[in-house]
């Protein structure tokens, strides 16, 4: 399906894209969200980063008090229950860390993503020697190095890691707010007034 029907020669959207014509504003909001959050991260990479050790710790409180319900519900109903509760308590134990040692949990993210970089770069530099040079070996190869580079520099200074990665994913909001500001304009100039 397309999404428009025609009508003579008049473009006629169907349901869906009638609802997002009619909804422009919605998402024209979650594009000004997306570019405040964006300005956020730049402007306040700690604060940023905080809020999102406090997400995280919640989040991991909740999932792990929901882990040991229905660990006990199976439980009750003489069925595997021990994985349930474990992860429940390990989930816990995780919003534990995140609330009361926030800095921790960050700098473990942020080793976590440096070790995560160099694995895949060092698993994808033993893989560019079975390349053919021909299908781009060297292409591989750098994206091989830049990852275990990335990594190292995350190991080395890992609080200057996490204000990078947090400028990141600022970068991220902004091109998906302005995206979501400018699909909102386009809906809403199709609007019927």
Not at 22 to 37: D, E, K
Not at 47 to 56: D, H, K, M, Q, Y
Not at 89 to 116: C, D, E, H, K, Q
Not at 151 to 162: E, H, Y
């Amino acid at each position: 399906m397309s999404g428009v029907g025609t009508y003579g020669s008049i473009a006629v959207p169907d349901g869906r894209t009638a609802a997002l014509t009619r909804n422009w504003w919605a998402i024209g909001l979650r594009g000004l969200f997306a570019i405040l959050f964006a300005a956020a991260a730049f402007l306040w990479p700690g604060v940023t980063i905080a809020s999102l050790v406090l997400l995280f710790g919640i989040y991991m409180a909740v999932d792990g008090v929901f882990a040991i319900v229905a660990g006990v519900r199976a439980a009750a109903r003489h069925e595997r229950w021990g994985m349930l509760i474990l992860e429940g308590v390990l989930n816990l134990a995780a919003a534990v860390v995140a609330f009361v040692y926030p800095i921790l949990t960050v700098l473990a993210f942020v080793i976590f993503s440096g070790a995560w970089a160099i694995i895949t770069g060092v698993t994808l530099l033993i893989a560019t020697f079975r390349l053919p040079a021909a299908n781009g070996r060297w292409l591989m190869g750098f994206g091989a190095v830049v990852s275990i580079i990335w990594g190292i520099l995350l190991f080395v200074s890992p609080v200057t890691g996490a204000v990078v990665m947090t400028w990141w994913l600022g970068a991220y909001a902004l091109v998906f707010g302005v995206t979501l500001i400018a699909l909102a304009f386009r809906l809403r100039s199709g609007h019927p007034a």
